[in-house]
T-cell receptor, first 113, second 116 residues
Framework: AQSVTQPDIHITVSEGASLELRCNYSYGATPYLFWYVQSPGQGLQLLLKYFSGDTLVQGIKGFEAEFKRSQSSFNLRKPSVHWSDAAEYFCAVGALFIDKYIFGTGTRLKVLA | NAGVTQTPKFQVLKTGQSMTLQCAQDMNHEYMSWYRQDPGMGLRLIHYSVGAGITDQGEVPNGYNVSRSTTEDFPLRLLSAAPSQTSVYFC???????????????FGAGSRLTVL
C-alpha cells in the first residue's frame, strides 16, 4: 500500500537548536517527494522538493532534506531553528503521470525561546 | 497573479444544508484538486480535475460533488452537509517545474467549515 509516515506528531526544540523531521514513504513508482509547511490559519507552502539527481536538496527558509532510497526516507533538517519556524510540517509523495498525491499526517513543531 | 483563491474562509452550516466552496486560480493550471484536513489525519484527497470537463474521485469523495466547466474554477459542493464534514478544506492547483515535467501543488488559504 502507498503511504507516507511521519512518526513524530509533535516536536519541541529550543530556538537555535538543530531540527530533523522524519518522513518515510512506501510507494510503488519512482517517487517525487515534497515538504510543505503550514503556519497557523494558513495554507500550505512548499518548502522543498525532490524529483531526481542530487539527493540533498535545499529549500526556502534554510531548510534542507535528504532522499535516501535504501531507507525510503526524506527527512527534513535545519541547522538552527528560529521562533518563526513554529508550524506544522507535511511530507508528501507523488510521481510523474500520477494525479494523486499522498500526504503524511504532519509534525507540529514548537519552538522554545 | 492572485494564485489559488478560496471562498468563503469560514462557514457554519446546519446538518442537511447545502453549500458550495469556491476555488479559483489565475495561473492557467489544468490540474486542480480538493483536500480536507482533519487533526491527526493529514490531508486527504476528495476530488481532482485534470482539465475542464474532466473530474475524478480521490480518497474520500462521498458526500461531495465537483464540476469543472472552466480552467479557472473548481467548486466543491456539499449537497446535504453532515457533522462528519466539519473540516478545513484546501484547494490546490498544479504546475510543471522544469524540463522533467515534474509537478508541484500550490494551495489556497483554506476554508474552515463547521457543520452543526
Amino acid at each position: 500500500a502507498q503511504s507516507v509516515t511521519q512518526p513524530d506528531i509533535h516536536i519541541t526544540v529550543s530556538e537555535g537548536a538543530s531540527l530533523e523531521l522524519r518522513c518515510n514513504y512506501s510507494y510503488g513508482a519512482t517517487p517525487y517527494l515534497f515538504w510543505y509547511v503550514q503556519s497557523p490559519g494558513q495554507g500550505l507552502q512548499l518548502l522543498l522538493k525532490y524529483f531526481s539527481g542530487d539527493t540533498l536538496v535545499q529549500g526556502i527558509k534554510g531548510f534542507e532534506a535528504e532522499f535516501k532510497r535504501s531507507q525510503s526516507s526524506f527527512n527534513l533538517r535545519k541547522p538552527s531553528v528560529h521562533w518563526s519556524d513554529a508550524a506544522e510540517y507535511f511530507c508528501a509523495v507523488g510521481a510523474l503521470f500520477i494525479d494523486k498525491y499522498i500526504f503524511g499526517t504532519g509534525t507540529r513543531l514548537k519552538v522554545l525561546a | 497573479n492572485a494564485g489559488v483563491t478560496q471562498t468563503p474562509k469560514f462557514q457554519v452550516l446546519k446538518t442537511g444544508q447545502s453549500m458550495t466552496l469556491q476555488c479559483a486560480q489565475d495561473m492557467n493550471h489544468e490540474y486542480m484538486s480538493w483536500y480536507r484536513q482533519d487533526p491527526g489525519m493529514g490531508l486527504r484527497l476528495i476530488h481532482y480535475s485534470v482539465g475542464a470537463g474532466i473530474t475524478d474521485q480521490g480518497e474520500v469523495p462521498n458526500g461531495y460533488n465537483v464540476s469543472r466547466s472552466t480552467t479557472e474554477d473548481f467548486p466543491l459542493r456539499l449537497l446535504s452537509a453532515a457533522p462528519s464534514q466539519t473540516s478545513v478544506y484546501f484547494c490546490a492547483s498544479r504546475h510543471r517545474v522544469g524540463p522533467s515535467g515534474a509537478n508541484v501543488l500550490t494551495f489556497g488559504a483554506g476554508s474552515r467549515l463547521t457543520v452543526l
